[in-house]
């Protein structure tokens, strides 16, 4: 039951380049965010989804685009990267009904030099 | 704009004893809050919850208290154990009106635990 994975778990990136971080979950959840942590800040919302197809902007989504093709991928790109996007990236998921439970990923730290 | 606040950065506890965190919001539209737990290279986890119509909440060795009219509420850890030792993060949504906003959580900056022997 392997939850929600993120790949790559660590990667550099140029300034100007562009990358995609793979997010999937097995469970069969609808709702799909990507949120960063900065150093010292809690977690920001880049975007979400709230099932195939549909997809919006959370509080930070400024050089970033989600898609959202299926219920179990919900990759992230980076467009244009700059060093502002340096940061640990967590996708979660959520399933339906009454809770605000999310399940995060374990991460993935990237570093825009 | 820190909606959600947890204005201790780290905490250390002698194992036993027990850990206290605090968190302080702004917003007055959030009805419901978590606490998630977060170790070293892994995704937070999540650990208690509670709604804004109930002032406690209790599983095992947590317990969460709200104080609505302060906007505040604690994470009490009841003994502290040295696995316990990870990064706490407060965490805080509005409940109320479509269900598309209820995973769209704002989270403070995260408390340090520290539980020594």
């Known amino acids: 039951n392997a939850g929600v994975t993120q790949t790559p778990k660590f990667h550099i990136l140029k300034i100007g380049q562009s990358m995609t971080l793979q997010c999937t979950q097995d469970?069969?959840?609808?709702?799909m965010y990507w949120y960063r942590q900065d150093p010292g800040m809690g977690l920001k919302l880049i975007y979400y989804?709230?099932?195939?197809?549909?997809?919006d902007k959370g509080e930070v989504p400024n050089g970033y685009n989600v898609s959202r093709s299926t219920t179990e991928d919900f990759p992230l790109r980076l467009e244009l990267a700059a060093p502002s996007q340096t940061s640990v990236y967590f996708c979660?998921?959520?399933?339906?009904?009454?809770?605000?439970?999310?399940?995060f990923g374990a991460g993935s730290r990237l570093t825009v030099l | 704009d820190q909606q959600v606040k947890q204005n201790s950065p780290s905490l250390s506890v002698q194992e036993g004893r027990i850990s206290i965190l605090n968190c302080d919001y702004t917003?007055?539209?959030?009805?419901?809050f978590l606490w998630y737990k977060k170790y070293p290279a892994e995704g937070p986890t999540f650990l208690i919850s509670?709604?804004?119509?109930?002032d406690k909440n209790e599983d095992g060795r947590f317990t969460v208290f709200l104080n609505k009219s302060a906007k505040h509420l604690s994470l009490h850890i009841v003994p502290s154990q040295p696995g316990d030792s990870a990064v706490y993060f407060c965490?805080?949504?509005?409940?109320?009106?479509?269900?598309?906003?209820?995973?769209?959580?704002?989270f403070g900056a995260g408390t340090q635990v520290v539980v020594t022997p």
């Open positions: 979660a998921s959520k399933g339906g009904g009454g809770a605000n439970v999310l399940t």
């Open positions: 469970m069969n959840h609808n709702y």
């Open positions: 989804s709230v099932g195939a197809g549909i997809t």
């Open positions: 917003n007055s539209m959030f009805d419901y």
């Open positions: 509670i709604s804004s119509i109930k």
């Open positions: 965490a805080a949504s509005p409940f109320g009106g479509t269900t598309d906003s209820w995973g769209k959580l704002q």
